[in-house]
C-alpha cells in the first residue's frame, strides 16, 4: 500500500525540514503538510499544504480521510521555554494532540505515528551522565511533564490496542534553516548567526552547561530510520534515547572561534539556566544503535563547519 504522510505542525523548527526530506523520499504528492497558520515558507510553496488546529479532532480525522492517509507524523508542541510561561496551553495542546492522533490509529483510520520526545523527560535527579535509557524521570517543566507523559500514552495505546506509534527523545536541535522556536538549547543556534552578523553573542546559559545536542540532519535522519524499520525492530514504544554530541557554550565558543578568531561572547544566565540544569549533560543511546541500527553522522567541528558554509550561502550572502 502507498505511503501517504500528514504531518501535523510542519512549519515548526524540525517540521520545516522533515516535510523537505519526506517530500524528496515519498514524492510531493504524498505528502500532507500542515499548521496552524500558512506561511510564506517553502513547505506551503512546495507542495500540498493545508491550515489544520491540531487540537480539533475533526480536522485531522477529514485530512485523514480525505488524503487517505498512513502515517502522521506529530509534530505541533509548544517547546520548553514557551511553555513555561503559557503551562495550561502547553499541557493542553501538547497532550490533546497526541490523544487525537492515538484515538484514530486505535479505530483503525492511520497505520503509523511519529511523535517526538525530548531530553526534557529527565531530572535533576537523573544520572546527568550517559543517561541511561530507563532511568529515574522526575521532570521539573510543562514540556517534560507532557513529554514524559506522552510516552506512558504512546506505550500504553501500543500494548493495549496495538497501535504502531514510535518515538525518540530529541536531545537540543542545531538548524541553519529555520530560527531558534523557544527552546533551552537554541542559544546553539542563535550563537551561529550572532557570530555572523555581530562578531559577539551573550548567552542565556553558563559557560560550563554541558547539554546534548545533534545537527538537524541527522535529527531528520533518525526520525524517517525510525518510521521506515520493521515493526518487529521497534521494541521500546515509550521513546529511544537519541545522541550525537555533548558540549557546553564554551566548548562551542572555542569551535566557533577556529572560524572566527576574533569572535567574543558573554554569559547572562536566565530563567533558561534553571531548565538546563535539570537535564542530562550526555545521553546513551545504545537501545537505539543496536534495535533500528542508527549512527549519527555529525559531531560539534562537522556541524559548526556546515552551519557557517550554509548561513554565509543562504542567509547572509
Known amino acids: 500500500m502507498q505511503t501517504k504522510i500528514l504531518i501535523i505542525g510542519a512549519c515548526g523548527q524540525i ?22 497558520r500558512k506561511l510564506e515558507n517553502d513547505v506551503v510553496k512546495n507542495g500540498i499544504f493545508e491550515v489544520v488546529n491540531a487540537l480539533d479532532y475533526n480536522q485531522i480525522e477529514h485530512l485523514i480521510e480525505k488524503y487517505q492517509i498512513t502515517d502522521v507524523y506529530l509534530m505541533a508542541a509548544l517547546l520548553s521555554a514557551t511553555a513555561e510561561k503559557n503551562p495550561a496551553f502547553a499541557w493542553d495542546l501538547n497532550m490533546n494532540s497526541l490523544f487525537h492522533v492515538l484515538n484514530l490509529a486505535k479505530a483503525g483510520k492511520i497505520q503509523k505515528i511519529f511523535w517526538p520526545s525530548s531530553i526534557a523527560v529527565f531530572g535533576p535527579t537523573t544520572p546527568r551522565n550517559n543517561t541511561p535509557q530507563y532511568t529515574i524521570m522526575e521532570p521539573t517543566t510543562v514540556y ?131 531548565i538546563a540544569d535539570s537535564w542530562p549533560a550526555s545521553i546513551n543511546d545504545t537501545a537505539a544503535r543496536q534495535d533500528w541500527n542508527w549512527k549519527n553522522d555529525f559531531d560539534l567541528e562537522s556541524m559548526t563547519t556546515e552551519m557557517f558554509s550554509n548561513l554565509i550561502k543562504h542567509k547572509y550572502n
Open 144 to 274: 517534560g511533564i507532557s513529554k514524559q507523559t506522552g510516552e506512558r500514552w504512546c506505550e500504553y495505546y501500543h500494548n493495549q490496542y496495538g497501535v504502531d506509534v514510535r518515538s525518540i527523545r530529541y536531545p537540543g536541535l542545531i538548524s541553519w534553516t529555520t530560527e531558534a522556536g523557544g527552546g533551552t538549547t537554541d542559544y546553539a543556534v542563535d550563537i551561529y548567526h550572532k557570530t555572523i552578523t555581530d562578531g559577539t553573542f551573550e548567552c542565556f546559559l553558563n559557560e560550563n552547561s554541558a547539554l546534548p545536542m545533534m545537527y538537524m540532519d541527522d535529527a531528520i535522519k533518525a526520525t524517517i530510520q525510525i518510521m521506515q524499520a520493521p515493526s518487529e525492530k521497534i521494541k521500546i514504544r515509550s521513546s529511544y534515547n537519541l545522541a550525537a554530541m555533548s558540549f557546553t557554550p564554551k566548548e562551542l565558543a572555542e569551535e566557533i572561534k577556529k572560524h572566527y578568531p576574533d569572535f567574543t561572547i558573554t554569559y547572562n544566565p536566565d530563567f533558561r539556566q534553571k
Open 15 to 36: 517540521g520545516t525540514e522533515l516535510t523537505a526530506k519526506l517530500r524528496s523520499t515519498y514524492g510531493v504528492e504524498n505528502v500532507v503538510a500542515s499548521d496552524i
